[in-house]
């Protein structure tokens, strides 16, 4: 059973910087891709990152301007996503999600997801 489990958040100030971790289990890492995606009150969920584990391909919309970088741990068992200059419009609930085989922006197609992690960003 895939399983995946965040860890990081918390209040930061603008400008500050954020890490975010996804331990995950019960797959084999490289027939899979990891998602990270944020929902912010009254807002669709949306994607920010992605990365291929096949080939460590990533993927980052060019909207964030360079300030979000998804990698991953050389045991190949947690992804992460840091966050750099910070804004108030990032405050969100951030998630991790996982599918198999490539990546996405399409939310209803990821099976597997973590239980959120709160980023509140104050000016």
């Known amino acids: 059973e895939v399983h995946l489990v965040q860890s990081g958040g918390g209040l930061v100030q603008a400008g500050g910087s954020l890490r975010l971790s996804c331990a995950a289990s019960?797959?084999?890492?490289?027939?899979?891709?990891i998602g990270w995606f944020r929902q912010a009150p009254g807002k669709e969920r949306e994607g920010v990152s992605c990365m291929r584990l096949s080939d460590g391909r990533t993927y980052v919309p060019d909207s964030l301007g360079g300030r979000f970088t998804i990698s991953r741990d050389s045991a190949e068992t947690t992804v992460f996503l840091q966050m750099d200059n910070l804004k108030p419009e990032d405050t969100a609930v951030y998630y991790c999600a996982a599918k198999a085989s490539y990546c996405s922006n399409l939310t209803n197609i990821y099976p597997w997801w973590g239980q959120g992690a709160q980023v509140t960003v104050s000016s």
């Open positions: 019960g797959f084999t890492w490289r027939d899979y891709a």
